[in-house]
């Protein structure tokens, strides 16, 4: 059992999760690029609820990545730092990474 792995997966589940957020960004934004196609035509009145539920879902999308980059993961990577630059052996570097994460 590789002592290395906890951590890693974490650090795969955080990135996944945040990757999959960024994913989601795009193809909402390629749904803004295709409504705008067809904004001039007789139906775009029809299509206000579903631009506006685009727009509400970007707008919170935005926000929870902005929390989780700026207000999780930021600050405890600045404590982390120097946690690890303090570090003398590879398991306290595996113990401070598993407590950051």
Known sequence: HCPLAPPLVKYQLLFRHLFHCKHVDRQLSRT?????????????????????????????????QYYMVFEVIEPRWHVLEPELKACSSVDEVIAHHTSFL
């Open 32 to 64: 803004w690029l295709s409504q705008q196609s067809v904004k001039e035509l007789p139906v775009a009145r029809a299509l206000f609820p579903a631009y506006s539920l685009r727009q509400r879902m970007l707008h919170f999308l935005h926000n929870l």
